[in-house]
């Protein structure tokens, strides 16, 4: 079955250190992995997806098909990451449907 | 403002009730999207309408009847409104060939007492 598991409800940490969410899924074929972003009283946004290879904000996420994760990652936390976090998957053959995590809340105190 | 809109924002209503929630998008998008989140922020994909033609539907019970008059209009009518239904709905939309970059509205509350 095709599933997402965000195993932590909520991430606390301090500003200035490193960050990791974690994302692992289960897919049969080729996956394709996101992340969207949810900013306090914002709309859920797309922030990375795992074909471009690129930085947004100071993140990224790897692809590792060994482990099928798809963490998160930024070298030092700042309070505007602040915000909830959803990792998804897209299903190339289910008409752009995306299966979502259920979400880590990212909380960086000052 | 070029986005997905939503209304109404909130909606409280009794049970047994048929309500109806709208969604619009001015992004040029030919595909749009229903999902609701329940309160433990799982959110879970509905229905997909593709130049107004239904290409997901995920088991919804059929109290739940989309309808896209237009590319640019989904709109979602629940009739018989169950406890259970209580969740925030969200409206996607996106390009048919990017379709994993969906775009969001900002939510509707819907709370059945």
């Known amino acids: 079955a095709q599933r997402v598991t965000q195993p932590e409800k909520l991430l606390s940490v301090f500003k200035g250190a490193p960050v990791e969410l974690k994302c692992n899924y289960s897919?049969?074929?080729?996956?394709?992995l996101f992340w969207y972003v949810q900013y306090s009283r914002q709309r859920l946004q797309l922030l990375l997806r795992?074909?471009s290879r690129e930085s947004i904000k100071g993140f990224t996420a790897d692809l590792n098909k060994g482990e099928t994760s798809f963490h998160l990652k930024k070298p030092f936390a700042q309070e505007e990451d602040s915000a909830m976090y959803y990792c998804?998957?897209?299903?190339?053959?289910?008409?752009?449907?995306?299966?979502f995590g259920a979400g880590t809340r990212l909380a960086v105190h000052p | 403002d070029t986005a997905v809109s939503q209304t109404p924002k909130y909606l409280v209503t009794q049970m047994g009730n048929d309500k109806s929630i709208k969604c619009e998008q001015n992004?040029?998008?030919?595909?749009m999207y229903w999902y609701k989140q329940d309160s433990k922020k799982f959110l879970k994909i509905m229905f997909s309408?593709?130049?107004?033609?239904?290409?997901i539907n995920e088991t919804v019970p059929n109290r739940f009847s989309p309808k896209s008059p237009d590319k640019a209009h989904l709109n979602l009518h629940i009739n018989s409104l169950e406890l259970g239904d209580s969740a925030v709905y969200f409206c996607?939309?996106?390009?048919?060939?990017?379709?994993?970059?969906?775009?969001f509205g900002p939510g509707t509350r819907l709370t059945v007492l």
């Open positions: 996607a939309s996106s390009h048919f060939t990017n379709g994993n970059e969906q775009f």
């Open positions: 897919y049969s074929g080729s996956p394709e």
């Open positions: 795992h074909i």
């Open positions: 998804a998957l897209g299903d190339a053959g289910g008409y752009n449907k995306l299966i």
């Open positions: 992004l040029g998008h030919d595909t």
């Open positions: 309408y593709n130049n107004k033609e239904l290409i």
